[in-house]
């Protein structure tokens, strides 16, 4: 059975830094991309960014340059360094490869 695990979320100021971690098990991760999602309360789930098998990434325009996606094969674990956190950016968040989903971890952004 595929698993995936969410951590690393809290309760940070504006402006501080989180990563966020998802361990997989069940299955290698290596041929499969990796995807971060987050929703708000009252908001649809979005997408984050996502690192693609080949390792290459992509982000929604928005959090480009403040947050960024990798991964370790070997570890079985993808992770999201998110900088310079705004308000806006309060959350769960999720990590996915579209097929399977984690529970999510909060984060909140907040003075």
């Known amino acids: 059975q595929v698993q995936l695990v969410e951590s690393g979320g809290g309760l940070v100021q504006p402006g501080d830094s989180l990563t966020l971690s998802c361990v997989w098990s069940g299955r290698t991760p290596n041929n499969y991309n990796l995807g971060w999602y987050r929703q708000a309360t009252g908001k649809e789930r979005e997408w984050v960014a996502t690192?693609?098998?080949?390792?290459?990434?992509d982000y929604q325009d928005s959090m480009k340059g403040r947050f960024a996606i990798s991964r370790d094969n070997a570890k079985n674990t993808t992770w999201l360094q998110m900088n310079n956190l705004r308000p806006e950016d309060t959350a769960t968040y999720y990590c996915?490869?579209?097929?399977?989903w984690g529970q999510g971890t909060q984060v909140t952004v907040s003075s």
């Open positions: 690192i693609f098998y080949d390792m290459t990434t």
């Open positions: 996915s490869d579209n097929t399977y």
